[in-house]
Protein backbone atom coordinates (compact mmCIF):
# COMPACT_ATOMS: atom_id res chain seq x y z
CA UNK A 1 0.00 0.00 0.00
CA UNK A 2 1.17 3.69 -0.59
CA UNK A 3 -0.35 7.18 0.64
CA UNK A 4 -1.70 9.48 -1.80
CA UNK A 5 -2.19 13.56 -0.92
CA UNK A 6 -5.79 13.99 -0.68
CA UNK A 7 -6.84 17.66 -0.98
CA UNK A 8 -10.57 18.82 -0.62
CA UNK A 9 -12.01 22.13 -1.53
CA UNK A 10 -14.90 22.71 0.07
CA UNK A 11 -14.75 21.94 4.21
CA UNK A 12 -18.94 22.19 4.90
CA UNK A 13 -21.46 19.54 4.80
CA UNK A 14 -20.12 17.63 2.19
CA UNK A 15 -16.60 18.72 2.74
CA UNK A 16 -16.47 17.51 6.14
CA UNK A 17 -18.22 14.10 4.31
CA UNK A 18 -15.48 13.46 2.12
CA UNK A 19 -12.58 14.39 4.52
CA UNK A 20 -13.99 11.65 7.22
CA UNK A 21 -14.75 9.18 4.38
CA UNK A 22 -10.99 9.72 3.62
CA UNK A 23 -9.81 8.96 6.98
CA UNK A 24 -12.02 6.08 6.98
CA UNK A 25 -11.70 4.43 3.83
CA UNK A 26 -8.37 2.05 4.19
CA UNK A 27 -9.50 0.77 7.62
CA UNK A 28 -12.95 -0.26 6.24
CA UNK A 29 -12.05 -1.50 2.84
CA UNK A 30 -8.36 -1.73 2.97
CA UNK A 31 -7.30 -0.35 -0.28
CA UNK A 32 -4.31 -0.24 -1.62
CA UNK A 33 -4.11 3.49 -1.72
CA UNK A 34 -4.26 4.71 1.66
CA UNK A 35 -5.38 8.80 1.87
CA UNK A 36 -3.48 11.39 3.29
CA UNK A 37 -5.59 14.36 4.14
CA UNK A 38 -2.85 17.14 2.32
CA UNK A 39 -4.92 20.16 2.42
CA UNK A 40 -7.96 21.85 2.21
CA UNK A 41 -9.56 24.69 1.07
CA UNK A 42 -12.30 26.98 2.23
CA UNK A 43 -13.26 31.03 1.40
CA UNK A 44 -11.07 32.51 4.42
CA UNK A 45 -8.05 31.94 5.75
CA UNK A 46 -9.99 31.40 9.41
CA UNK A 47 -12.33 28.57 7.73
CA UNK A 48 -9.59 26.99 6.49
CA UNK A 49 -7.61 26.90 9.57
CA UNK A 50 -10.84 25.62 11.42
CA UNK A 51 -11.34 23.23 9.24
CA UNK A 52 -7.67 21.92 8.86
CA UNK A 53 -7.68 21.62 12.82
CA UNK A 54 -10.93 19.74 13.05
CA UNK A 55 -10.53 17.17 10.54
CA UNK A 56 -6.91 16.41 10.53
CA UNK A 57 -5.71 17.95 7.45
CA UNK A 58 -1.74 18.79 7.23
CA UNK A 59 -2.46 22.31 5.96
CA UNK A 60 -5.23 24.84 4.88
CA UNK A 61 -5.30 27.57 2.76
CA UNK A 62 -7.98 30.51 1.08
CA UNK A 63 -6.97 30.03 -2.32
CA UNK A 64 -8.23 26.46 -4.14
CA UNK A 65 -5.33 27.54 -6.89
CA UNK A 66 -2.75 26.98 -4.36
CA UNK A 67 -4.36 23.46 -3.48
CA UNK A 68 -4.28 22.63 -7.04
CA UNK A 69 -0.97 23.67 -7.60
CA UNK A 70 0.78 22.08 -4.43
CA UNK A 71 2.81 18.88 -5.88
CA UNK A 72 2.02 17.20 -2.46
CA UNK A 73 -1.90 17.00 -3.55
CA UNK A 74 -2.02 14.42 -5.74
CA UNK A 75 -5.92 13.75 -6.01
CA UNK A 76 -8.77 16.47 -5.57
CA UNK A 77 -12.09 16.44 -4.20
CA UNK A 78 -14.69 19.39 -5.12
CA UNK A 79 -17.13 19.55 -2.16
CA UNK A 80 -17.72 23.82 -3.24
CA UNK A 81 -20.04 25.34 -4.69
CA UNK A 82 -21.44 24.52 -8.35
CA UNK A 83 -20.18 27.67 -9.47
CA UNK A 84 -16.63 27.12 -8.78
CA UNK A 85 -16.99 23.12 -10.20
CA UNK A 86 -15.78 23.93 -13.90
CA UNK A 87 -12.72 26.01 -13.06
CA UNK A 88 -11.59 23.59 -10.24
CA UNK A 89 -12.03 20.60 -12.76
CA UNK A 90 -10.42 22.30 -15.56
CA UNK A 91 -7.32 23.36 -13.48
CA UNK A 92 -6.50 19.90 -11.91
CA UNK A 93 -7.15 18.34 -15.03
CA UNK A 94 -4.33 20.57 -16.42
CA UNK A 95 -2.32 19.63 -14.10
CA UNK A 96 -3.32 15.42 -14.46
CA UNK A 97 -4.84 15.27 -11.18
CA UNK A 98 -7.46 12.59 -10.83
CA UNK A 99 -10.69 14.98 -9.87
CA UNK A 100 -14.06 13.74 -7.56
CA UNK A 101 -16.89 16.12 -8.03
CA UNK A 102 -19.73 16.37 -6.04
CA UNK A 103 -23.44 16.70 -7.93
CA UNK A 104 -24.24 18.55 -9.97
CA UNK A 105 -21.38 18.41 -12.13
CA UNK A 106 -21.41 22.14 -13.55
CA UNK A 107 -23.86 24.78 -12.40
CA UNK A 108 -25.13 25.14 -16.19
CA UNK A 109 -24.82 23.04 -19.22
CA UNK A 110 -22.19 24.30 -20.58
CA UNK A 111 -20.18 23.95 -17.77
CA UNK A 112 -20.52 20.50 -17.57
CA UNK A 113 -20.19 19.79 -21.43
CA UNK A 114 -16.64 21.74 -20.95
CA UNK A 115 -15.72 19.91 -17.81
CA UNK A 116 -16.50 16.62 -19.66
CA UNK A 117 -14.48 17.29 -21.88
CA UNK A 118 -11.43 18.40 -19.59
CA UNK A 119 -11.75 14.86 -18.24
CA UNK A 120 -11.15 13.15 -21.18
CA UNK A 121 -8.18 10.13 -20.50
CA UNK A 122 -7.97 11.18 -16.91
CA UNK A 123 -9.37 9.71 -13.85
CA UNK A 124 -13.00 11.32 -13.01
CA UNK A 125 -16.18 10.33 -10.96
CA UNK A 126 -19.27 12.31 -9.80
CA UNK A 127 -20.68 12.35 -6.35
CA UNK A 128 -24.11 10.37 -6.48
CA UNK A 129 -24.15 8.61 -3.12
CA UNK A 130 -27.29 7.29 -2.59
CA UNK A 131 -27.26 4.82 -5.04
CA UNK A 132 -24.46 3.11 -3.61
CA UNK A 133 -26.14 2.02 -0.50
CA UNK A 134 -26.15 -1.88 -0.71
CA UNK A 135 -29.64 -2.02 -0.76
CA UNK A 136 -30.32 -0.22 -3.61
CA UNK A 137 -26.56 -1.68 -5.43
CA UNK A 138 -28.65 -4.95 -4.72
CA UNK A 139 -32.00 -3.51 -6.26
CA UNK A 140 -29.80 -3.08 -9.89
CA UNK A 141 -28.56 -6.45 -9.65
CA UNK A 142 -32.23 -7.86 -9.43
CA UNK A 143 -33.10 -5.67 -12.04
CA UNK A 144 -30.11 -6.44 -14.15
CA UNK A 145 -30.44 -10.02 -13.58
CA UNK A 146 -33.75 -10.33 -14.99
CA UNK A 147 -35.11 -11.21 -11.42
CA UNK A 148 -38.41 -9.04 -12.09
CA UNK A 149 -38.70 -9.28 -16.10
CA UNK A 150 -38.60 -6.88 -18.12
CA UNK A 151 -38.73 -3.04 -16.35
CA UNK A 152 -42.15 -1.68 -17.23
CA UNK A 153 -43.16 0.87 -15.56
CA UNK A 154 -40.25 3.22 -12.89
CA UNK A 155 -41.84 5.60 -10.57
CA UNK A 156 -39.06 7.60 -8.42
CA UNK A 157 -38.97 10.65 -6.39
CA UNK A 158 -36.77 12.91 -4.06
CA UNK A 159 -38.68 15.12 -1.38
CA UNK A 160 -37.72 16.90 1.82
CA UNK A 161 -39.23 19.29 3.74
CA UNK A 162 -36.33 22.46 4.68
CA UNK A 163 -38.54 24.70 3.00
CA UNK A 164 -41.78 23.61 3.40
CA UNK A 165 -42.66 26.06 6.09
CA UNK A 166 -43.24 29.71 4.21
CA UNK A 167 -42.30 31.63 7.25
CA UNK A 168 -38.44 30.15 6.89
CA UNK A 169 -36.42 33.22 5.27
CA UNK A 170 -35.11 32.95 1.87
CA UNK A 171 -31.52 32.16 1.99
CA UNK A 172 -28.46 30.83 -1.06
CA UNK A 173 -30.74 28.06 -1.27
CA UNK A 174 -33.93 30.33 -2.67
CA UNK A 175 -31.74 31.76 -5.35
CA UNK A 176 -30.48 30.54 -8.74
CA UNK A 177 -31.44 27.57 -10.73
CA UNK A 178 -28.53 25.30 -9.62
CA UNK A 179 -29.42 25.63 -5.85
CA UNK A 180 -33.78 24.93 -6.68
CA UNK A 181 -34.60 21.33 -6.31
CA UNK A 182 -34.35 20.85 -10.46
CA UNK A 183 -30.64 21.57 -9.43
CA UNK A 184 -30.22 20.04 -5.86
CA UNK A 185 -32.49 17.15 -5.38
CA UNK A 186 -33.64 16.32 -8.85
CA UNK A 187 -30.11 14.92 -9.86
CA UNK A 188 -30.15 12.27 -7.26
CA UNK A 189 -33.33 10.56 -8.12
CA UNK A 190 -32.78 10.88 -12.18
CA UNK A 191 -29.36 9.32 -11.64
CA UNK A 192 -31.33 6.66 -9.74
CA UNK A 193 -33.29 6.32 -12.86
CA UNK A 194 -30.51 6.33 -15.15
CA UNK A 195 -28.49 3.35 -12.88
CA UNK A 196 -31.79 1.18 -12.97
CA UNK A 197 -33.62 1.46 -16.15
CA UNK A 198 -31.21 3.11 -18.30
CA UNK A 199 -31.44 6.39 -21.10
CA UNK A 200 -34.28 8.86 -20.98
CA UNK A 201 -35.43 9.36 -24.34
CA UNK A 202 -38.02 12.30 -23.50
CA UNK A 203 -40.07 13.91 -21.33
CA UNK A 204 -42.78 16.31 -20.32
CA UNK A 205 -42.50 18.18 -17.01
CA UNK A 206 -43.99 20.94 -15.01
CA UNK A 207 -41.75 23.35 -12.29
CA UNK A 208 -43.02 25.21 -10.24
CA UNK A 209 -42.31 27.81 -7.15
CA UNK A 210 -44.52 27.16 -4.31
CA UNK A 211 -43.91 30.17 -1.82
CA UNK A 212 -42.63 32.94 -4.05
CA UNK A 213 -42.13 35.52 -1.03
CA UNK A 214 -40.08 34.39 2.22
CA UNK A 215 -39.17 36.93 4.97
CA UNK A 216 -36.06 39.08 3.71
CA UNK A 217 -36.36 38.29 -0.19
CA UNK A 218 -38.02 36.69 -3.65
CA UNK A 219 -37.37 32.96 -4.32
CA UNK A 220 -35.62 32.77 -7.63
CA UNK A 221 -35.97 29.22 -8.44
CA UNK A 222 -38.15 26.18 -7.77
CA UNK A 223 -39.70 24.76 -4.89
CA UNK A 224 -40.87 21.32 -6.62
CA UNK A 225 -41.48 19.78 -9.92
CA UNK A 226 -42.89 16.78 -11.54
CA UNK A 227 -41.82 15.00 -14.58
CA UNK A 228 -43.18 11.79 -17.09
CA UNK A 229 -40.44 10.36 -18.81
CA UNK A 230 -40.34 7.72 -21.75
CA UNK A 231 -37.42 5.54 -20.97
CA UNK A 232 -34.78 4.57 -24.12
CA UNK A 233 -35.80 0.60 -23.45
CA UNK A 234 -39.49 1.32 -23.89
CA UNK A 235 -40.21 1.67 -19.97
CA UNK A 236 -42.26 4.63 -18.86
CA UNK A 237 -41.66 6.38 -15.58
CA UNK A 238 -42.44 9.57 -13.52
CA UNK A 239 -40.54 11.10 -10.98
CA UNK A 240 -41.49 14.10 -8.37
CA UNK A 241 -38.59 16.36 -6.67
CA UNK A 242 -39.73 18.41 -3.71
CA UNK A 243 -38.36 20.81 -0.62
CA UNK A 244 -41.74 21.86 0.42
CA UNK A 245 -43.03 17.64 0.94
CA UNK A 246 -44.47 18.00 4.99
CA UNK A 247 -42.47 15.62 6.92
CA UNK A 248 -40.19 13.99 4.15
CA UNK A 249 -36.89 14.14 5.41
CA UNK A 250 -35.03 11.99 2.70
CA UNK A 251 -37.52 11.15 0.46
CA UNK A 252 -34.98 9.32 -1.74
CA UNK A 253 -37.37 6.60 -2.93
CA UNK A 254 -38.30 3.95 -6.21
CA UNK A 255 -40.75 1.75 -7.33
CA UNK A 256 -39.98 -0.61 -10.06
CA UNK A 257 -42.49 -2.60 -11.79
CA UNK A 258 -41.18 -5.50 -14.44
CA UNK A 259 -42.83 -8.16 -16.23
CA UNK A 260 -41.81 -10.90 -13.36
CA UNK A 261 -42.15 -8.79 -10.10
CA UNK A 262 -41.37 -5.77 -8.76
CA UNK A 263 -39.31 -3.21 -6.21
CA UNK A 264 -39.68 -0.38 -3.98
CA UNK A 265 -37.31 1.47 -2.04
CA UNK A 266 -37.29 4.48 0.95
CA UNK A 267 -34.18 6.01 1.60
CA UNK A 268 -35.73 6.70 4.86
CA UNK A 269 -35.56 2.86 5.68
CA UNK A 270 -32.28 2.68 3.78
CA UNK A 271 -31.17 -1.00 5.03
CA UNK A 272 -34.07 -2.59 3.46
CA UNK A 273 -35.89 -2.92 -0.10
CA UNK A 274 -39.44 -4.88 -0.54
CA UNK A 275 -39.37 -7.58 -3.56
CA UNK A 276 -42.23 -8.88 -5.13
CA UNK A 277 -42.27 -12.21 -7.19
CA UNK A 278 -44.83 -12.85 -9.13
CA UNK A 279 -44.39 -16.47 -9.70
CA UNK A 280 -44.14 -17.31 -5.88
CA UNK A 281 -47.40 -19.70 -4.70
CA UNK A 282 -50.56 -18.07 -3.48
CA UNK A 283 -50.48 -18.40 -0.27
CA UNK A 284 -46.99 -15.97 0.45
CA UNK A 285 -47.28 -13.76 -2.50
CA UNK A 286 -46.63 -10.13 -1.43
CA UNK A 287 -43.97 -7.89 -1.13
CA UNK A 288 -41.23 -9.38 0.93
CA UNK A 289 -39.17 -6.93 3.03
CA UNK A 290 -35.35 -8.06 2.89
CA UNK A 291 -33.10 -6.27 5.19
CA UNK A 292 -29.91 -6.02 3.96
CA UNK A 293 -26.45 -7.82 5.44
CA UNK A 294 -23.31 -9.35 4.79
CA UNK A 295 -24.84 -10.55 1.62
CA UNK A 296 -25.30 -7.55 0.19
CA UNK A 297 -22.81 -5.34 -1.54
CA UNK A 298 -20.89 -3.31 0.15
CA UNK A 299 -22.32 -4.17 3.53
CA UNK A 300 -19.71 -6.84 5.01
CA UNK A 301 -16.71 -4.07 5.36
CA UNK A 302 -18.85 -1.92 7.85
CA UNK A 303 -21.05 -4.73 10.00
CA UNK A 304 -20.90 -8.60 10.19
CA UNK A 305 -24.14 -8.19 11.64
CA UNK A 306 -27.66 -8.71 9.06
CA UNK A 307 -29.89 -5.89 9.64
CA UNK A 308 -27.70 -3.69 11.65
CA UNK A 309 -27.88 -1.42 8.83
CA UNK A 310 -25.39 1.20 7.08
CA UNK A 311 -25.84 5.25 7.01
CA UNK A 312 -25.22 8.03 5.17
CA UNK A 313 -21.56 8.26 5.90
CA UNK A 314 -21.07 4.60 4.74
CA UNK A 315 -22.28 5.37 1.42
CA UNK A 316 -19.41 8.17 1.08
CA UNK A 317 -17.07 5.55 2.25
CA UNK A 318 -18.15 3.87 -0.54
CA UNK A 319 -17.58 6.33 -3.16
CA UNK A 320 -14.26 7.26 -1.71
CA UNK A 321 -13.20 3.32 -2.09
CA UNK A 322 -14.31 3.89 -5.61
CA UNK A 323 -12.17 6.41 -6.42
CA UNK A 324 -9.55 5.34 -4.95
CA UNK A 325 -9.76 2.36 -6.67
CA UNK A 326 -10.01 4.43 -10.17
CA UNK A 327 -7.07 5.96 -9.42
CA UNK A 328 -4.76 2.83 -8.58
CA UNK A 329 -6.27 1.68 -11.81
CA UNK A 330 -5.72 4.48 -14.15
CA UNK A 331 -9.30 4.18 -15.26
CA UNK A 332 -12.44 6.22 -14.30
CA UNK A 333 -15.43 4.49 -12.47
CA UNK A 334 -18.93 4.85 -12.83
CA UNK A 335 -20.30 7.31 -12.31
CA UNK A 336 -18.17 9.67 -14.58
CA UNK A 337 -18.30 13.10 -15.37
CA UNK A 338 -20.24 11.83 -18.68
CA UNK A 339 -22.62 9.98 -16.40
CA UNK A 340 -22.84 13.17 -14.62
CA UNK A 341 -23.64 15.59 -17.47
CA UNK A 342 -26.36 12.77 -18.62
CA UNK A 343 -28.12 13.79 -15.05
CA UNK A 344 -27.74 17.64 -15.97
CA UNK A 345 -29.60 17.04 -19.70
CA UNK A 346 -32.16 15.38 -18.21
CA UNK A 347 -32.67 18.71 -15.85
CA UNK A 348 -32.49 20.82 -18.94
CA UNK A 349 -34.78 19.01 -20.81
CA UNK A 350 -37.40 18.84 -17.40
CA UNK A 351 -36.81 22.96 -17.67
CA UNK A 352 -37.05 23.17 -21.36
CA UNK A 353 -40.57 21.47 -21.16
CA UNK A 354 -41.75 23.18 -18.55
CA UNK A 355 -41.48 26.19 -20.30
CA UNK A 356 -42.78 24.98 -23.56
CA UNK A 357 -45.64 22.79 -21.85
CA UNK A 358 -44.32 19.85 -24.22
CA UNK A 359 -43.17 16.62 -24.56
CA UNK A 360 -39.10 17.29 -25.51
CA UNK A 361 -36.10 14.82 -26.44
CA UNK A 362 -33.40 14.36 -24.21
CA UNK A 363 -30.57 16.26 -25.42
CA UNK A 364 -32.03 18.76 -27.93
CA UNK A 365 -30.98 21.55 -26.06
Known sequence: MREIGIGIVGGGYMGKAHAVAMSAVGAVFDTALRPRLEMVAASSDASAERYRAAFGFARGTADW??????????AIVIASPQSTHRAIA?????????????????????DSRAM???????VNMVGFNYIRTPASQFARQLIADGTIGDVTWFRGEHTEDF???????????????????????APHMINAALALIGPVASLIAEVETVHADRPGGTVTNDDHAQMMCRFANGAMGQMYFSRVSHGRKMGYAYEVTGTKGAIRFDQEDQNA???????????????????TGPAHPDYAPFCQ?????????????????????????????????ADGLA??????????SSRAKAWVDVGAA
Open 65 to 74: RALVADPKVE
Open 90 to 110: EAAFARGLPVFCEKPLGATLD
Open 116 to 122: TRAARGH
Open 163 to 185: LADPRSPANWRTEGDANGTMGDL
Open 273 to 291: IWLYLADDPEPVRGFRKIL
Open 305 to 337: GPGHGTGYQDQIIIEARDFLRAVETGTPVWPTF
Open 343 to 352: VQEIVVAALA
